[in-house]
């Protein structure tokens, strides 16, 4: 009986120590990879900026100076102010920070229940599978801007709707690629070795088949990360985000378009502020597919 406690505890913990030296290994590829390196800087410099706008502004966001009407770049607006006064530095941290809490929010909704439903419907197949899919397919004929214009003339226009209409968009494409990995793994020898053992699908599918499937999706995650900043962008842009006077990219951007010959810098650091975060999202999600490419990890 020790033989077999102390046999299986040496399993659990080489187990553990594999996924831990994966782990390591994938980050330090990541960090190692120039673009990799460049992209995670650019993100967190903008997500420390974000979570930490309070702390690294000196206006409130919606606070107006009676003489600051499109003042140029300055030491006490460093970005300028807007045609009603306000600290433009302020507003696009703040801008910043909803553009990232939507994106964050919703991809992470729409992720796991795409991952979830194509986990579920590659493992069954059969009529589960084709049912499901169909469903799927019916989804994806409809674009994803499309979808989310539909859902907020539905719900009405707010923050929580636009998260919404994005994690709905996000279910489709994570539940067909979750599903291609499925039909890929779930044949292989070693699932067919944790079902003799007597695994149930849950554990096979948790356990076995999601860490050998993982890896193209995070990199999706990354690259539908990028998606959800431009439909969060555009839906504000056309007034159906964040509310006046409460700030956005998209708000900024699209309120700026009407005063470019006044104020030059109006459009242009919320428009490079938004463009920073895609560029930086795409290099890292490129640098992520690299990390975790098991072709990478035998050649290290």
């Known amino acids: ?40 800087t650019i993100l967190l410099v903008l997500v420390g900026a974000a979570v ?6 000196w206006h409130e966001p919606n606070a107006q100076d009676a003489t600051a009407r499109f003042l140029a770049p300055s030491w006490d607006h ?13 507003r696009t941290l703040y801008g910043l920070r909803v553009s990232l809490a939507i994106s964050l929010v919703a991809v992470s909704i729409g992720a796991a229940f795409g991952i979830a439903i194509g986990f579920v419907s590659g493992y069954a197949g059969g009529w589960t599978d084709t049912i499901t899919m169909r469903l799927v397919d019916t989804l994806l004929a409809f674009p994803g801007l499309l979808s989310a214009l539909a859902i907020l003339t539905i719900l009405g226009p707010s923050l929580r709707n636009v998260a919404i209409s994005i994690a709905f968009f996000a279910v489709p494409s994570f539940a067909r690629l979750a599903r291609a990995q499925m039909l890929s793994e779930r044949n292989k020898d070693y699932v067919a070795s944790a079902r003799a053992l007597g695994a149930g699908p849950g554990r096979i599918i948790l356990r076995q088949i999601t860490p050998n499937a993982i890896a193209p999706l995070l990199t999706q995650v990354a690259l539908f990360m990028a998606s959800a900043v431009i439909v969060s962008a555009s839906l504000s842009f056309l007034g159906l985000g964040e509310r006046p006077p409460d700030p956005s990219l998209g708000g900024l951007i699209n309120t700026a378009k009407s005063n470019l010959q006044k104020a030059w810098w109006y459009a242009a650091f919320p428009g ?18 690299d990390a975790i490419d098991p072709y990478a990890r035998r050649r290290a």
Request: proline content about 4%.
């Open 1 to 40: 009986m020790s033989t077999e406690f102390a046999r299986l505890t040496y399993k659990s913990r080489r187990e553990r120590l594999t996924r831990e030296s994966l782990f390591w290994g994938s980050l330090d590829r990541l960090v190692r990879n120039p673009q990799g390196f460049l992209g995670l």
């Open 272 to 289: 490079a502020a938004l463009a920073l975060l895609l560029l930086s999202l795409n290099l890292l999600a490129d640098a992520v597919n």
């Open 52 to 57: 930490f706008a309070p702390a690294l502004t």
């Open 78 to 90: 460093p970005l300028g102010t807007d045609e009603l006064r306000r600290d433009l530095y302020t």
